[in-house]
């Protein structure tokens, strides 16, 4: 009896191991994949957009967005392995180039001058703009305080406000020199700023205001509205790239991301939220 005990025991005891072991193999066949993604801000919104839809399609795999890297800090970034996709807003640069990335433009999306929607501007110029910047204009038609939203000067988007009429340059000069003026960091702090400050305004892009449902309004310029269509068209000239930058070593999953935004479904959804495919 005593035997036949032990010889039971020793079957459960089996059992209870090969069960066991058979649950951890199923977990870690279903744990999830992790791809880490960090960028421009101006894009990520619209990002996060296509993680969600692709990982729906694939739920084997799971996307974490490192925010506040910026395009420099993201190049970086993805050339070192720290992160698996980078996203930026403008090409990359010479030394760049030698880290052994690789980039890709993917879409495009106006770049605006925005303001709050509780503001009654829909519309401005360039000359305006110019005005505006360098305090030559300081309120708007109904008595508000013009307040500028500026981006440090090695930003993307301070190179592209200084580029929108011959006196911007000399504007954004002034207006950096200016008591109290508000820097702001990353596109995120932008829009924020925009949103909150009374008599705000400054850049953004379609895509962002788009993608993160902001309470920004995005101005005609010359009397023309930035939207895709007219961006598309040349009638709205400013516009602003999109790229992914890979490293070296990239997960085939990265791949498969890439291909699903340049689906018909991806590209829906980047239409949907203020981008053209070039």
């Known amino acids: 009896m005593k035997r036949e005990r032990a010889t039971s025991s020793g079957r459960l005891c089996a059992g209870t191991i090969a069960l066991a072991l058979l649950l951890a193999a199923g977990g870690a066949a279903t744990a999830a994949e992790e791809i880490t993604i960090g960028g421009t801000g101006a894009a990520l919104g619209t990002v996060q957009l296509l993680a969600d839809k692709f990982t729906q399609i694939n739920p084997g795999i799971r996307f974490t967005t490192v925010a506040n890297l910026g395009s420099v800090g993201a190049i970086k970034a993805v050339s070192s392995g720290a992160i698996a ?22 879409a495009r999306t106006p770049f605006v001058f925005a303001v709050s929607t509780r ?8 000359r305006e703009l110019a005005d505006i910047y360098s305090g030559k204009v300081a309120t708007w038609p109904d008595g508000t305080r013009i307040r500028v939203v500026l981006r440090p000067a090695s930003d993307v988007d ?8 011959h006196d911007m340059g000399h504007g954004v000069s002034e207006a950096e020199k200016r008591p109290g003026v508000q820097f702001a960091v990353t596109d995120q702090d932008a829009a924020n700023d ?5 008599g705000a305004i400054g850049p953004s892009s379609l895509a962002l205001i788009l993608s993160e449902r902001r309470a920004l309004r995005a101005l005609k310029l010359d009397g023309v509205e930035p939207t895709t269509a007219n961006a598309v068209a040349k009638t709205y000239p400013l516009f602003k ?9 990239r997960p085939e999953a990265v ?3 890439i291909a ?15 981008h053209w495919i070039p």
């Open 85 to 106: 996709l980078a996203v930026t807003s403008r090409p990359l640069n010479e030394s760049e180039g030698k880290l052994g990335v690789t980039e890709t433009e993917y």
């Open 119 to 126: 503001s009654s501007i829909s519309a401005i110029t360039r």
């Open 158 to 165: 301070t190179a592209m406000v200084k580029g929108v009429s």
């Open 194 to 198: 925009l949103e909150r400050i009374p």
């Open 241 to 249: 790239q999109v790229f992914f930058v890979t490293g070296p070593k």
């Open 255 to 257: 791949d498969r991301f």
């Open 260 to 274: 699903f935004v340049r689906s018909p479904a991806g590209r829906k959804i980047l239409v949907d939220n203020g």
